[in-house]
């Protein structure tokens, strides 16, 4: 079991920056990969970043690309995004997702992750 818990999110105007956090909790530590996705209301969850258990391989949406970094503290089983250059179609509830059991790869597939923290809300106005 793992628990995931997110914080971070909050209102900025376009061009600012967050950062988001994401602490896990649970008898597995923190070795598997761990990724950043975000919904609007009525869409599906969509890929924005993830990172290997080791930190040596991140991914990124072609959208985030140059403007999001994903990594990890394994000391404090923390995942964090940094986010600059927002923009309004940043606005949304971001979610970390841990991927314990399926194989490796994939890393853009919500399917692909096992436990999920609750989301925190980002907001970037215009």
């Known amino acids: 079991q793992v628990r995931l818990v997110e914080s971070g999110g909050g209102l900025v105007q376009a061009g600012g920056s967050l950062r988001l956090s994401c602490v896990g909790s649970?008898?597995?530590?923190?070795?598997?990969?761990m990724g950043w996705f975000r919904q609007t209301p009525g869409n599906q969850r969509d890929f924005v970043a993830a990172?290997?258990?080791?930190?040596?391989?991140?991914y990124y949406a072609d959208s985030v690309k140059g403007r999001f970094t994903i990594s990890r503290d394994s000391t404090k089983n923390t995942m964090y995004l940094e986010m600059t250059s927002l923009k309004p179609e940043d606005t949304a509830v971001y979610y970390c997702?841990?991927?314990?059991?399926?194989?490796?790869?994939?890393?853009?597939?919500?399917?692909?992750?096992?436990?999920w923290g609750q989301g925190t809300q980002v907001t970037v106005s215009s």
């Open positions: 997702g841990a991927k314990l059991f399926s194989p490796p790869g994939n890393y853009h597939l919500p399917n692909q992750y096992d436990y």
């Open positions: 990172i290997t258990w080791n930190g040596d391989n991140t």
């Open positions: 649970g008898q597995t530590g923190s070795r598997y990969p």
